[in-house]
């Protein structure tokens, strides 16, 4: 064959895995679009079709990852905890209705965020969900990664049970996103006003909930982790600010600058510890702000990775070792009898098969050079 007929096959080949390659690809392409979240969290409905008998209606259903369909007036809060899609709904049963507002997150952190945002120190508790309150007929609660408001049209004893079942369909988050933040559980709890609680990730939502420090103080670009609270105390109420920086440095910083500025509401009351700054304001004596800074301080979390004793045969290491030894002297007898084996093979071979190839008579003879 010529050299051009060679020089064509293998250009046809080529171009025959090129374009394999493209076709695939492409192929691929389209189908990790397809199954990614973000492709389907437009059409993905958050709540169930039904509930402890409450039916969805299909014709009010509605899901859109536009925060401002859920709420107008805030939609720049929800964007900075994160918000990705949200589904109104109407639910009915027994010729009564009530309508329900579930907003997604992509964590905890986001829903937990946004609950704290709406809800009112004037509000009950409500034991639904992870953590819920309640107004006359307005009950707010999240789920793992998803907040849900609910206006009922009628509350009945029965409906606290409705909304728990409600709670139970919907799809929780998994890893890391399925972890609240750990900054609230740092609040003192003594004279904690209920309910007057927020999380805040962000310069908006900062001064929409009326932060006593400046955004331009507390830096986002830094990206701190703010929680903040009432108090009751002998002089009336007094607000707290949890400040969380992502290093000692940081909060260091901040502290100074944010000490050295003229800011109303005072007097102040400050603390660091750690990443952590604390700033107090409001009617409170100075005795009462030192002894609610004092229950403030900054544990680093510590896990311990390596166990004390072996906790399984794997983590003994005297078993390791013996079992080392014992491979080590299997390792050594196989290659013995691998070679014994070969040997034989070869001795029986060359007298079976004289002056063969497989004799090799001439590799048994030791190589001379002869110099002389």
Not at 187 to 213: C, W
């Amino acid at each position: 064959m010529s050299e051009s007929f060679y020089t064509a096959l293998v250009s046809k080949k080529q171009g025959f895995f090129t374009a394999m390659i493209k076709k695939y690809a492409a192929a691929g392409f389209v189908l990790a679009v397809l199954m990614s979240p973000m492709a389907w969290a437009k059409d993905a409905p958050l709540l169930p079709q039904s509930f402890n008998g409450w039916q969805k209606s299909a014709d009010t259903s509605k899901v859109s990852s536009n925060p401002a369909t859920v709420d107008a007036s805030d939609a720049e809060v929800l964007k900075e905890y994160g918000f990705t899609d949200a589904e109104t709904a109407a639910y009915t049963r027994d010729g009564r209705k009530m309508q329900i507002k579930a907003m997604h997150f992509p964590n905890v952190t986001g829903a937990y965020g946004v609950f704290t945002f709406y809800a009112q120190p004037q509000m009950q508790t409500a034991r639904i969900g992870d953590l819920g309150v309640a107004s006359n007929d307005r009950v707010l609660f999240y789920r793992g990664s998803i907040l849900v408001d609910v206006t009922l049209e009628r509350v009945t004893a029965m409906s606290a049970t409705d909304l728990r079942a409600l709670a139970e369909e919907l799809p929780r988050p998994s890893g890391n996103t399925s972890l609240p933040p750990s900054l609230p559980s740092n609040l003192p709890p003594q004279s904690l006003i209920a309910h007057s609680e927020h999380y805040i990730l962000g310069p908006v939502a900062a001064e929409r909930l009326a932060v006593p420090i400046p955004s331009v103080l507390l830096n986002f670009v830094n990206a701190p982790e703010i929680e903040t609270a009432k108090y009751h105390t002998s002089m009336g109420e007094a607000g707290l600010t949890l400040i969380d920086y992502p290093t000692n440095r940081m909060a260091r910083e901040r502290m100074q600058a944010i000490q050295a500025a003229a800011l109303p509401g005072g007097p102040f009351y400050y603390k660091r510890s750690g990443p952590f700054v604390a700033i107090i304001n409001g009617q409170i004596s100075p005795s009462e702000a030192a002894a609610l800074l004092a229950s403030i301080n900054y544990d680093a979390d510590v896990t311990m990775n390596q166990p004390t004793k072996p906790s399984t045969k794997r983590d003994d290491p005297v078993r390791f070792l013996i079992t080392l030894i014992l491979l080590t002297i299997f390792m050594v007898l196989l290659a013995l009898g691998f070679g014994i084996v070969v040997g034989g093979f070869k001795a029986a071979a060359g007298k079976l098969f004289p002056n063969t190839v497989l004799d090799r008579a001439h590799a048994k003879e030791i190589i001379r050079l002869n110099l002389k």
